[in-house]
């Protein structure tokens, strides 16, 4: 996946400004250092970084994906290091926002992962996840056989807020922003050739093909935008916990 992980998660020309202006308004502080935890390939770390002119670590535990990410034009701002989000490589109360997005439904103990960050997190930091939630669902489900079982790896919005606020955090921002996949369903179908969604990794062989095939039959019928709802969740410490 490594290899072809930002063909088959390229962005729409103003999708990562549009992202960064959410996070920016709903972190609301001042930031001079971010963990982009679960960074991939670095498709965050570097904006992330430009934005809040901040020094920027990606973490990751995948040694593939943080020599794609490396390979990326970065500031000296910019450094990764391997490193799991049940034990992130960082000193106690060393960040002001731990950033992560699309991998909560990774992380092997969420609760373990939300404790960490409370560590690392400084008095007035916060934490800030970005993922899909299998409420949402997806434009892949009317294509893929079978896809909906998919997203039962998903966590669910209240999972991910009972793992930070069990953890010492308070919710202070929970929105659902409407994301743009694609350009049109023909955009949408050379993506997933790529296969780099996990849930479409999750389909067997056969159901993937037959999917493909399906939205590329219908690619021509269909030119509107390819859209799917994600939530963005800020967590801030407790002042009842300290």
Not at 135 to 147: C, I
Request: aromatic share 8%; net charge negative.
């Amino acid at each position: 996946m490594p290899e072809t992980y930002d063909r088959g998660r390229k962005q729409p020309d103003g999708v990562l400004e549009m992202w960064l202006d959410r996070i920016e308004a709903a972190v609301a502080r001042k930031v001079s250092s971010i963990i982009d935890l679960g960074c991939g390939t670095g498709r965050f770390t570097e904006p992330l970084a430009k934005r809040f002119n901040a020094a920027t670590i990606g973490v990751d535990p995948s040694s593939k994906m943080l020599t794609q990410a490396r390979a990326r034009p970065a500031s000296e701002r910019v450094s990764y290091l391997q490193g799991a989000g049940e034990q992130i490589p960082a000193a106690d109360e060393s960040a002001d926002l731990i950033f992560s997005s699309m991998a909560f439904h990774h992380f092997k103990s969420p609760p373990l992962v939300a404790r960490e960050c409370y560590r690392v997190l400084r008095e007035t930091g916060a934490a800030c996840i970005r993922n899909s939630t299998r409420e949402n669902g997806s434009p892949y489900e009317a294509y893929f056989p079978n896809y909906s079982q998919t997203l039962t790896a998903l966590p669910a919005a209240t999972e991910i807020i009972a793992a930070f606020t069990q953890s010492g955090f308070d919710l202070s921002v929970h929105e659902t922003v409407a994301h743009k996949m694609a350009d049109n369903v023909a955009e949408l179908a050379e993506k997933a050739s790529f296969r780099a969604d996990s849930t479409l990794i999750r389909l067997s062989d056969n159901d993937f093909e037959r999917g493909l095939a399906n939205m590329r039959a219908a690619a021509s019928a269909h030119n509107e935008p390819a859209m799917i709802d994600i939530d963005l969740f800020v967590f801030v410490k407790s002042p009842l916990r300290a």
